[in-house]
């Protein structure tokens, strides 16, 4: 199967996005043939600072390929290098009906949130479709939020491949259920847009800081506690083995810890995960040469990829073949 999804290059990830789609997004990586893209060009849909959008790029380069995106299974590649993909977003321009883009949530949701209705953002989903038909993708794994435009592509490529001939493969969604909503520091769903997230980079200092700020109940030390209903488990659990749960389970408990000793147990398994991956991250950003070098040789592999099918949809069309 071949896998495609793409990543904004905005904001800084928290451990929800970890747990709950970027890890599951890497795993594919053992099965499948995975091409993985910065959304440059989609990204220029809500930035304007282009030395924002230069150091996002890199970001979420480097974030990546700390959390184990291998380049030399997958394809990693930045949407900026392929304008291609805006030429086969005409050609599906041209058979979206309008209606099809005007019941997109995810528009309604962000012009709702003051987002100005700029024609890039209502045309969104299209070149959305020509970043996973451009591939021929079968499976794209995204959050649940991400559906409708996935939906958008399949309804697409039908019309395409009815209007011009089967030649774009309809993908499938790979809904990416998290197996729990991961809680944020104050027990709600871990969210950037509630302030309550731990960052996945943080360094050692503020990742201790913010979890011994975790907010929880009154019981007194040396009362037995629910790990059940405790903010700290869930996100304990996130890290730590089977065995390693069944023994804070037992004393939660047991009774005579405090959640202060909970934090320091959560503390340390994190930051066996997160001090690795911050440190790897840290290295790909002090060599941009060798981080750029990753993104041309994916742009080329995407590019190669990509071409063959772009040129006989140029013919199909009607247009002459590009010399090559
Ligand atoms: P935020 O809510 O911080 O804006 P995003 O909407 O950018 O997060 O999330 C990107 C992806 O990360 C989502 O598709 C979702 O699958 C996952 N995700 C985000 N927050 C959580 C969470 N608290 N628990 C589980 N998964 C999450
Ligand atoms: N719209 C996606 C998001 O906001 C990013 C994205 C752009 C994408 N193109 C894609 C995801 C193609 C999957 C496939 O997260």
Redesign the pocket.
């Known amino acids: 199967m071949r896998v495609l999804s793409g990543i904004q290059p905005s904001?800084v990830l928290?451990l929800?996005?970890y747990?709950?789609?970027i890890r599951q997004f890497l795993e594919l990586q053992d099965d499948h043939e995975c091409y993985f893209f910065i959304a440059s060009y989609h990204a220029l849909t809500t930035q304007r600072d282009p030395e924002t959008v230069r150091a996002n790029i890199r970001d979420v380069a480097a974030g990546y390929l700390a959390l184990g995106l291998d380049p030399q299974r997958s394809v990693l590649f930045d949407q900026a290098d392929l304008p291609e993909h805006h030429e086969l977003a005409w050609y599906l321009s041209c058979l979206t009906p309008m209606g099809l883009l005007e019941r997109a949530h995810s528009y309604k949701d962000k012009v709702a949130r003051g987002l100005s209705a700029s024609h890039g953002l209502f045309a969104y989903p299209v070149l959305m479709a020509a970043d996973i038909l451009m591939y021929s993708a079968n499976l794209v794994p995204?959050?649940?939020?991400?559906k409708q435009h996935v939906e958008i592509s399949r309804d697409l490529a039908i019309r395409f491949n009815n209007e011009w001939g089967e030649l774009l493969e309809v993908p499938e969604p790979l809904i990416?259920e998290?197996t729990a909503?991961?809680?944020?520091v104050d027990g709600a769903?871990?969210?950037?847009?509630y302030g309550n997230?731990i960052d996945l980079f943080a360094e050692a200092k503020p990742l201790r800081k913010r979890i011994m700020g975790i907010v929880t109940d009154s019981t007194p030390v040396e009362d037995p506690k629910d790990p059940d209903t405790c903010t700290i488990f869930s996100l304990y659990t996130l890290f730590a083995s089977e065995e390693e749960r069944k023994e804070l389970a037992a004393r939660y408990r047991a009774g005579g810890m405090g959640y202060g000793d909970a934090k320091k147990a959560l503390h340390e398994k994190a930051e066996e995960l997160i001090g690795p991956a911050r440190e790897r991250r840290k290295e790909w950003l002090s060599r941009p040469d060798d981080l750029e070098a990753v993104l041309k040789d994916g742009a080329r592999r995407a590019r190669e990829s990509a071409l063959p099918l772009l040129e006989r949809i140029r013919e199909t069309v009607g247009f002459p073949a590009r010399p090559r």
């Open positions: 904001g928290h929800g996005n747990f709950g789609a995204v959050g649940k939020d991400q990416l998290s909503v991961v809680p944020g769903k871990m969210s950037k847009s997230t």
